[in-house]
């Protein structure tokens, strides 16, 4: 048993900052789910292997009980990396993809403090949110890696860009067909695991759970000192740069993104002043 592996056959592609490590978490707790060697495993995302002729001999789990059936991967970057999809399905055009979504703009934030956060002390190298706005904030997502853009800025740099979910969902779509993704709300996660929780076993053909895992939701973004919060200008602009591809998501999801800021930004329910202070008091808790 202990030289026992299983292929990874499902992925859970994104979004960064949207309860994926709890959606992880709620699957490696089911008996008949094998447990990968890391969260993340990096592989589609990963520009040092030779995408000529890969070799993805690693990307298994290690089985450690019998009733271990099926294994997969937590890597939120993958939906917004350019090529990681097309790379996946060259791997397996099988595989099942699971993608939970949160406002853009609170995603973008929540982002942008954990990129503080990392810095500890070194935080002040790291812009604050209305520059890394101004800054960073390429019209759409790119097709392939910027040539100018190191690897680590397209990790750390890409709060906006990672915002533009129906661009995204479209390439995984012309990748995957869409009986073989499951979208999530962010907002179900953190009302209703239980409910969560059915879905993904119904999704991955496993056996139903008995008693749900207690409350799985242990990686909040930490709270941030002495730093700016966003402007309610930056954050209205934010709103209708998203607007067209909030639109195309919509579509393409049909996930109801009506509690969203930023959907309601858009329709006048939410006063940009409002959010903002909202979000600036969270950059300004003591950790």
Do not use: C
Not at 124 to 142: K, N, Q, Y
Not at 146 to 171: C, H, K, M
């Amino acid at each position: 048993m202990s030289d026992a592996t299983l292929p990874i056959t499902y992925s859970i592609v994104g979004v960064q900052k949207a309860a994926t490590s709890t959606l992880f978490s709620l699957l490696v707790r089911h008996d008949e789910v094998a447990r990968p060697a890391h969260k993340e495993l990096h592989v589609f995302d990963d520009e040092r292997r030779d995408w000529s002729a890969p070799d993805l001999s690693d990307y298994r789990a290690r089985v450690t009980k019998p009733e271990q059936r099926i294994a997969g991967d937590s890597t939120p970057s993958y939906l917004y990396w350019p090529k990681a999809l097309e790379r996946m399905r060259a791997h397996n055009p099988d595989m099942l993809l699971i993608a939970s979504f949160r406002d853009p703009i609170e995603r973008a934030f929540s982002h942008w403090m954990m990129q503080v956060t990392r810095r500890g002390k070194r935080s002040d190298t790291f812009p604050d949110f209305d520059s890394l706005v101004r800054d960073w904030s390429p019209p759409g997502i790119p097709e392939v890696k910027p040539d100018d853009w190191s690897t680590s800025q397209l990790r750390n740099f890409t709060a906006v860009a990672r915002g533009f979910y129906g661009r995204q969902l479209e390439r995984g779509l012309a990748q995957f067909p869409r009986e073989q993704w499951l979208l999530i709300d962010f907002i179900d996660v953190v009302r209703d695991e239980a409910a969560v929780a059915s879905r993904l076993t119904d999704f991955l053909g496993l056996s139903p759970y008995g008693p749900i895992p207690p409350d799985l939701r242990r990686h909040p973004t930490p709270a941030v000192t002495d730093r700016t919060g966003p402007s309610a200008e930056v954050l209205q602009v934010l709103a209708e740069r998203y607007a067209d591809d909030l639109a195309l998501f919509e579509r393409l999801s049909g996930l109801d993104t009506s509690a969203w800021p930023t959907r309601r930004l858009l329709d006048g329910d939410l006063d940009a002043s409002e959010l903002a202070e909202k979000l600036g008091r969270k950059a300004a808790q003591a950790g």
